[in-house]
């Protein structure tokens, strides 16, 4: 009898908080709130039958993690801007297809704050692909606004659970695993370089800070620098995905895994776009910004490089050879 009733309290505490307990925890708890009295000994052992998953984590020091879960691409596209090189005037934005990896979109520009700007992002994005997803996470920033309801616009004539506004998701960055995830892997890859070739130009004072300045950087490196963005989309694309035990999501290459999935147990999970209906929105969007950010800026800065009949530069020291120029003929 004490064994059934000691059974019964133990399997009412797994089923909710309770299960993160160890046997001594659990000894206390059954004490406390169900006023049983036993020896330690018992709880492990029951503890061993009724939850052996949970004690063989414990044993080996392993937290027990939420697995991500997708039914196939175009399920959820996780979007998120970068900001490390912002302090040196270029912005990024970035999104991703939660089942498959792929990145579909890599873009760099003078900002990433403007409403207008990630929604032409967005549509561009929809427009090569053909549909767009049944789902979009983003942060709580002010700049996905327009995004979003584009997102919602698109969905607001279907009937399945998460249609209309249900189709866009407002989270914390923290929660947008996807997206703030493969960021780390950008940063060590790509943007480390970048960073520290942008802060030895600021600790030689090159570069100060200023809105000219910025326009500047941006003028200059902007075109390889968006190059290397796709040239490094492509290589992430097409790079193969270890198997990860924990995963749900299954393993290769994101280009396959994002037109195939029916190789790996998935379904496309997107919707078809008329192309008219993306034209109708791409008109109502405002104008953007030049890519230098500052339309007078931009055009000083071309007649400048026409007169002294600089190059174009096709890497970053040629790069760096013309930013210093122009710094020194337009007196910055």
């Excluded at 393993?251 to 008219?276: I, N």
Aim: hydrophobic residues 35%; contains cysteine; aromatic residues 12%.
């Amino acid at each position: 009898m004490l064994r059934w009733t000691l059974n019964s309290a133990i399997r009412t505490e797994l089923n909710g908080s309770g299960q993160l307990l160890g046997y001594r925890a659990m000894w206390q708890t059954l004490q406390q709130t169900h006023s049983l009295t036993v020896r330690r000994d018992n709880v492990m052992q029951a503890l061993r039958f009724l939850n052996p998953e949970r004690v063989s984590l414990r044993h080996r020091r392993r937290f027990f993690r939420r697995s991500y879960c997708a039914a196939g691409p175009n399920q959820v596209w996780h979007a998120d801007g970068y900001d490390k090189l912002k302090p040196f005037g270029i912005a990024i934005s970035g999104c991703i297809d939660g089942y498959s990896r792929r990145l579909m979109w890599l873009s760099s520009g003078s900002t990433n704050n403007n409403p207008a700007v990630i929604a032409q992002y967005y549509l561009q994005c929809v427009s090569n692909c053909g549909v767009f997803p049944a789902r979009l996470r983003t942060d709580c920033g002010t700049e996905n606004g327009d995004m979003a309801a584009i997102q919602c616009s698109l969905r607001e004539d279907h009937t399945d659970e998460f249609a209309g506004p249900l189709s866009h998701m407002y989270g914390t960055s923290t929660a947008n695993q996807r997206i703030e995830s493969w960021w780390s892997i950008f940063r060590k890859q790509r943007t480390q370089f970048w960073m520290d070739l942008f802060s030895d130009l600021r600790d030689r004072h090159y570069f100060n800070g200023t809105h000219e300045h910025k326009c500047l950087v941006r003028y200059v490196f902007l075109g390889i620098f968006q190059k290397e963005l796709d040239e490094h989309r492509e290589l992430w694309n097409n790079h193969t995905i270890r198997p990860v035990r924990q995963s749900l999501c299954p393993s290769g290459k994101p280009e396959t895994m994002y037109h195939l999935p029916h190789r790996f147990g998935g379904r496309d999970c997107g919707f078809q776009v008329d192309p008219q209906v993306l034209q109708e929105f791409k008109d109502l969007l405002p104008p953007t910004n030049s890519l230098c950010g500052d339309d007078d800026l931009q055009a000083y800065f071309a007649n400048l490089e026409r007169q002294s009949q600089l190059a174009p530069p096709i890497n970053w020291p040629a790069a760096v050879d013309n930013y210093l120029a122009l710094k020194e003929m337009a007196g910055l």
